[in-house]
């Protein structure tokens, strides 16, 4: 039998729901939508880390070219809605890491390199989708005060309706961000 639980990267409900499940059944195995390359979301270090992010440090990294644009500003938002709902982003991974181990399961880490994934991203948008995509997704983000931002994202992580209407909605306006984000590695986690 397979057990499939659909999670968000910033919701300790998700973290709950991975718990429950992982108790419930004691699986054999445990498959994370989880590369090798973003292992260290796991360690203990990567929450002060994320925690320090900010829109300064953020240009700051952008002028160093410590990383590509998108990963870097993803990164940032991820932050930002990290700190709003206080739980650090991937914490049901390292909630279904502990709990795997706990009943002795098999922890896989079972998606494509980040660094495709972002490349494909990046590849499949043209120039000025790139510039529009940047510019949303910072204004989103400077524009939402904690306590807004909260709301909203509790909003959208309470219905799961509403995460695949958004999920349409930027299909249809970046089709590529969804094909790279989404289907390829969904395709890549099944092959």
């Known amino acids: 039998e397979v057990y499939l639980v659909g999670t968000a990267h910033v ?12 108790r419930a059944v004691a699986p054999d195995l445990v498959f994370m939508e989880l590369c090798s ?23 700051a990294a952008l002028r160093r070219r410590e990383a590509g644009l998108l ?16 739980v650090m982003p991937g914490e049901e991974f390292r909630v279904a890491m502990a709990e795997g181990q706990e009943v002795g399961a098999e922890v896989l880490l079972g998606d ?25 997704v910072l204004f989103s983000g400077v524009t939402m005060s ?29 089709p590529s961000i969804v094909s790279a984000l989404i289907t390829e590695r969904d395709q890549y986690m099944v092959a």
């Open 71 to 86: 990963e870097t500003v993803l990164n940032w938002l991820q932050a930002q809605s990290a700190r709003a709902l206080d």
């Open 112 to 136: 494509r390199p980040m660094q495709v994934t972002l490349r494909r991203t990046i590849e499949g948008l043209g120039k000025w989708q790139r510039i529009r995509l940047l510019f949303s």
């Open 146 to 174: 904690g306590r807004g931002l909260r709301r909203w994202l509790e909003k959208q992580l309470d219905d799961r309706d509403v995460v695949s209407e958004e999920i349409q909605r930027l299909g249809k306006t970046y």
């Open 37 to 59: 390359q973003r292992l260290s979301m796991l360690k203990p270090q990567a929450n002060d880390t994320l925690q320090n992010i900010t829109l300064s440090s953020t240009l």
């Open 11 to 22: 919701s300790s409900r998700s973290c709950d729901e991975v718990r429950s499940l992982i």
